[in-house]
């Protein structure tokens, strides 16, 4: 298996193939949030949230597999195309992001067990919990932090 590479963005031009990475991970790990919430997130990844953050992508092989968006110390957005779970494409996302973004800080919705289990084990504690996501929707979220 060759070793992703972790690179900036190219911009706009990629953001399509950012939300189709997204709509790979979030099908295959976010069966508890339903169809009219995915299609109103997926509505908004290239106008409103890609924008916002610094985007980090994972490629293998010269193909984008996943991605990777920082604001200040906090991991806003972390997703790896379900083809390409589990061979180390999140890990290397999530270290170039610590190592050279500083983050300590990431929030998971609590129904994603498998994130949290990710998280924990790369070092974040669950620091609070609240119980809707950030746009009020029923997904209670995790606050995880680590030592900077």
Known sequence: MTKP??????????????????RS????????????DLRAIESRLASDYFPAVTLTVAEIDGTAVGFAGVVGSSLEMLFVDADHRGLGVG??????????QGITRVD?????TGATGFYTHHGFVIVSRSETDDDGRPYPILHLGRDA
């Open 5 to 22: 590479t972790i690179r900036p963005t190219t911009g706009a031009g990629e953001y399509q193939r950012l939300v189709d990475i997204w």
């Open 25 to 36: 991970a979030v099908d295959a790990t976010h069966d508890f949030v339903s169809a009219a």
């Open 91 to 100: 890990t290397a996302l999530l270290a170039k992001a610590i190592r050279e």
């Open 108 to 112: 998971v919705n609590e129904q994603n």
